[in-house]
């Protein structure tokens, strides 16, 4: 569906060419466990391995047929006569499209794995290099406390690790297939001869199968996903607002002759950033569609088929392309660290109001009572546009419970980022 954003490997990954040729690595694979027990005739499945079936041989039979396993079936008779009876032998078509299905998330989710790596290390190269890079912080938009660039990098950091974590844990969870006949009671097959079969592919059995692999598996996988473009897109709103005008502190890379806007010649927009923005709504959708995808009538309907067919390849495509771009900006940010300070500045010294309240309490003041004094010399100190210190100093109470070296010292940034080096560390980050 979005080809465009992809590499060509993963745009492998859900070609038609690559779909058969698993289709056909599947049922030779099953053809040998028959032949070893002694079911089939030797060298059935080294028959099928050479037939070197083509994608658009299989589609036009499925216009005949009208399903396409019956299709791949056909085009295998068709090359191969006789030898090709055992083909498909007490499999149903769920056999080898959940398992086909399966073994194309793992190629996929593994690209999407590899991006993600790349982000983090990109985090935490972020999160070292501007540790002592001090910055507002802010909350509901509005100036709090002081933290380091580097410091909001390395949340980020913290982030995307637990996603890869989650990411890890999905795929496996989808490391499963089934080759268990109609209802998944093996009839015509046996148990060791699926799990022998799906272990050569890298897979689990599915414990209790209908004629499906549960989709809980592949849902779990797509919220995931859903929930990576989640912290995509947190980070990509915060560094959206570092770029507004107002704010100044971080710009996504910008080409030498790249416009910003057709009318204005000097916009430089984070479009960059928008379109990850928009991505991540995206994942969310095929997250919905993949949850939606659990519910089948008794041991099996096709309702969900033709979602999976669209979500596997877009939802790991637009994950691997999101990851690649953030990748991209994150490489080539653009940070201005005495715009940060300047911003910081920008407040008169407003961040330390907790630390002169909580200075005013050590001191022997009810808190509600040191909160009033704190908070009328901030008003003051933004009424009349001058340094929050030099209005407190003219507290009597803040001087005579503090005095002037005591109010210094709530400014004080060494003392406000002297734990800095422990929470790194606690993040496994030095």
């Not at 715009?339 to 407003?350: E, I, K, V, W, Y």
Request: charged share 25%; net charge neutral; glycine share 8%.
């Amino acid at each position: 569906m979005i080809d465009r954003y992809s590499t060509p490997e993963l745009t492998d990954c859900w070609s038609h060419e690559r779909r058969f040729e698993l289709f056909v690595r599947v049922e030779a694979l099953y053809l040998k466990a028959l032949e070893s027990q002694g079911m089939v005739p030797k060298g059935t499945g080294d028959r099928l391995l050479t037939l070197n079936i083509r994608s658009d041989e299989v589609t036009r039979l499925e216009q005949e047929t009208g399903h396409e396993v019956v299709a791949f079936i056909k085009a295998c008779e068709a090359r191969a006569g006789q030898a090709a009876r055992f083909i498909h032998f007490g499999l149903t078509s769920s056999d080898v499209m959940d398992t086909v299905f399966s073994l194309q998330l793992q190629e996929a989710t593994t690209f999407v794995q590899q991006e993600l790596d790349k982000v983090i290390d990109l985090l935490a190269g972020l999160a070292l290099k501007y540790k002592d890079t001090p910055m507002i912080g802010r909350t509901h938009g509005i100036h709090a406390e002081p933290v380091t660039f580097g410091y909001v990098m390395l949340g980020y950091y913290n982030e995307f690790k637990r996603q890869a974590g989650r990411l890890t844990a999905a795929k496996d969870g989808c490391a499963v297939g089934k080759l268990a006949g109609a209802v998944g009671t093996h009839v015509h097959s046996s148990p060791g001869i699926e799990e022998s079969v799906l272990a050569a592919l890298g897979l689990r059995a599915e414990p209790a199968a209908t004629q499906v692999v549960a989709r809980d598996r592949y849902a779990n996988l797509f919220g995931v996903l859903a929930g990576l473009g989640g912290s995509i897109e947190r980070l990509a709103v915060n560094l959206r607002h570092m770029q507004r005008t107002e704010v100044s502190e971080a710009y996504e890379p910008f080409g030498a002759k790249q416009a910003g806007s057709s009318a204005m010649p000097h916009k430089r927009n984070p479009v960059l950033l928008e379109n990850i923005t928009g991505l991540s709504r995206l994942l969310r959708s095929y997250a919905m569609a993949a949850f939606e995808n659990q519910a089948l009538w008794h041991e099996r309907d096709i309702s969900h088929s033709s979602v999976e067919r669209v979500i596997g390849p877009d939802a790991t495509t637009v994950g691997h392309f999101a990851l690649r771009r953030l990748g991209r900006i994150l490489q080539n940010l653009d940070v201005d660290p005495a715009r940060m300070r300047r911003n910081m500045d920008a407040s008169q010294g407003l961040w330390a109001s907790e630390c002169v309240l909580l200075a005013l309490v050590k001191a022997g003041l009810m808190r509600n009572e040191a909160y009033g004094i704190v908070q009328a010399a901030a008003k003051r100190a933004i009424a009349e546009r001058r340094p929050f210190v030099d209005v407190l100093k003219q507290d009597e109470r803040a001087v005579q419970l503090l005095g002037s070296d005591g109010l210094d010292a709530c400014f004080d940034l060494g003392h406000v980022f002297r734990h800095i080096d422990a929470l790194y560390k606690r993040s496994g980050l030095t």
